[in-house]
């Protein structure tokens, strides 16, 4: 993997678990971003790629292993060789820092595109309206939707909602973004503008994880790959090179299924 | 591309095809509609007709329609259901976050109240509370200390009864409106760095309101005639009122058809609150929210003036 720089990396994991009561989920990921690196995370169905996004801003929460965002535990303080949970403010403050983006939008529906994404800076980091608003408009400018911030979610296309749920997660401000299959929900024409609002945030050099089967946007944006397959991390790499000449033979044959 | 397409709209830039004849036919006779409202009409002249040769003095109901007493009982019936819904549906609402907390010390507490409280009657509760003296001689609670019979008034005692058992209710309707919000919305609303509390307040309670409002509109209008069993506590509402003028005045029956007049009216105003309110969160449900009926009404007007003109 990346291990270029020095720096922290922005999300490590080393050998987490998961399981959901008897189900095994996530037997042992090991895997670093590197900041303003766009990650993106594939394999099929059931493989745990959500669950182990959700496992970053600790949503669940893991059974065994380590996992760091910027170089801070997820979930817990480590004092003297002690785990202690955090409380659940602790942990909501931490979220404050990485955003998510979610196959089916979970806009909040009895509030407009501009609400949504005002909501967050108001009530939570205490921002004052005005420039909630200020800011919440140039988002929804720089996602193209300047013109349906009085427009409740159900007024919106699903693409259009996509984005005004991007525009959302970035008016946090957060250091990392999540995206969970941010396109499949989406009619194939409708796509390509959420795929060019995360390239823009690519560009800018905003740190991704993208859990995607759009493989085109993983071999053109994405700086690193991995392949998941029933819980392990079963090929990593650059994108092109995973991408058009895949080592392991399950990779080979879920890229022969979806390219 | 031979096939011409209807919705290509350079093809054909001819003159528009000519409106076929409008169809001239005679409707449906619905014979069955006839019988039945003569029928029903009949049955109500005959009510009407043995209410009318009864022995009612009917002068009597608006002669005391806005009598003092009657207003005064009217005034505590109305306070007595906004005070008892308040009490429900805030104790409800917290006892719907208790029972689905991920405590278990809250979640069987609510439990508990709610088998308690729904599994006994109403009626028998004011007159529990009324009465509990016998168990609580003084109350004492620090800053205030008093004989249990001075403190536990009939308003009190109306009110206690009626809202604790009415957040018993309350308490299941809540609940029922939380758990129809999608979890996706708890999830983006963590995922912002929201507190529980603030995901309960600012997104799922909004939500949840959908499915609390309309029962809870007709727990209100119920309320409403149930506060009329307070009379077993000695509290002045409606139907006491009129129970007092009725064997001051000697018409006793008109005067229970004055309350009557009176709940209905009191319903009915209750009954349009709610439809404004089920329509304000209504909010993002559906593209467009219906027009109320003032609004639809306006429109009809203005569809009588300005005849529409074809484009
Ligand atoms: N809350 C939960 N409780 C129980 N099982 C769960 C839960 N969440 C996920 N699972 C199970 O964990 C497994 C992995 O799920 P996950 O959603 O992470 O897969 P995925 O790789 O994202 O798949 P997809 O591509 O279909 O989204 C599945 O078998 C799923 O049924
Ligand atoms: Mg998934």
């Known amino acids: 993997m990346s291990e270029s720089s020095g720096a922290v990396p922005m999300v490590r994991a080393e050998r987490v678990h998961k399981s959901f009561g008897p189900l095994k989920v996530l037997k042992g990921i090991d895997l670093e971003v590197a900041p303003r690196e766009v990650f993106c995370l594939i394999g099929p169905s059931g493989s745990g790629k959500s669950t182990f996004l959700r496992c970053i801003n600790h949503l669940e929460k893991i059974n065994a292993g380590r996992l760091w965002v910027d170089g801070e535990l997820v979930g817990y303080r480590q004092h003297r060789g002690k785990l202690y ?55 929804l400018d720089r996602v193209g939707l300047a013109d349906k911030a009085p427009n409740y979610p159900s007024q919106l296309s699903g693409g259009q909602q996509q984005r005004v749920a991007i525009a959302r997660a970035l008016a946090m401000e957060p250091k990392l973004m999540l995206f969970d299959e941010p396109t499949s929900a989406l009619d194939p024409e409708l796509v390509g503008d959420v795929l060019d609002v995360m390239r823009g945030l690519a560009e800018d050099g905003m740190t991704m994880v993208v859990v995607t089967h759009e493989m085109g946007f993983a071999r053109e944006v994405g700086d690193a790959l991995v392949f998941m397959d029933d819980g392990v991390v079963v090929e990593a790499g650059h994108p092109r090179e995973v991408l058009t000449n895949p080592q392991h033979e399950r990779t080979k044959s879920f890229l022969s299924k979806v390219l | 591309m031979t096939v011409p397409t209807d919705k290509e709209p350079s093809a054909t ?22 019988i039945s409202a003569v029928v029903a009409l009949s049955v109500l002249g005959l009510i009407g007709y043995a209410f009318s040769q009864g022995d009612v003095n009917y002068g ?26 308040l009490l429900g549906v805030g104790l409800g609402v917290v006892l719907a976050v208790m029972r689905l907390s991920k405590n278990p010390v809250n979640s069987a507490l609510a439990w508990f109240y709610i088998w308690f409280f729904r599994g006994t009657p109403v009626y028998v509760q004011l007159l529990v509370w009324i009465n509990l003296g016998i168990v609580f001689k003084t109350i004492n609670l620090g800053f205030y200390q008093d ?75 119920n309320m409403l005639k149930t506060t009329s069993l307070v009379i077993a506590v000695a509290y002045f509402d409606l139907l006491q009122a009129a129970q007092d003028v009725g ?40 593209r467009r929210l219906p027009p109320t009926p003032f609004q639809r009404v306006r429109a009809n007007l203005r569809s009588l003036r300005r005849p529409e003109v074809a484009k």
């Open chain 2, 60 to 85: 009597a109901i608006p002669d005391y329609f806005f009598n003092d007493q009657i207003l005064r009982g009217v005034r505590n019936t109305v306070w007595l259901t906004f005070l008892a819904m």
């Open chain 2, 147 to 221: 004989e249990w019979a001075d403190f536990m008034t009939p308003f009190l005692a109306a009110l206690l009864g009626l809202g604790l058992n009415e957040a018993a209710y309350m308490a299941e309707i809540v609940r029922a409106g939380i758990q129809s919000v999608d979890e996706g919305q708890t999830e983006a609303s963590h995922a912002l760095g929201m507190s529980h509390g603030k995901t309960l307040r600012r997104v799922v309670l909004p939500q949840a309101m959908r499915v609390i409002v309309p029962p809870t509109g007709n727990e209100f209008i």
């Open chain 1, 85 to 139: 949970e955090l409380k659940d403010r602790e942990v909501a403050s931490k979220r404050r820092d990485i955003g998510m983006v979610f196959q089916r939008f979970n806009l909040f529906p009895h509030m407009t595109a501009l609400e949504n994404v005002m909501e967050a800076p108001v009530h939570v980091k205490r921002e004052s309206k005005a420039s909630a608003r200020e800011r919440a408009m140039k988002l």
């Open chain 2, 247 to 286: 064997s001051e005045s000697g018409a006793a029956v008109e005067m229970l058809f004055l309350a009557s007049v009176w709940y209905v009216i009191l319903t009915t105003v209750f009954s349009i609150g709610q439809y404004y309110l089920e329509r304000r969160y209504a909010r993002g449900s559906a």
């Open chain 2, 13 to 34: 830039p001819a003159a528009p095809p000519p409106s076929p004849e409008a169809i001239v036919a005679i409707p449906v006779r619905h014979y069955g509609r006839w």
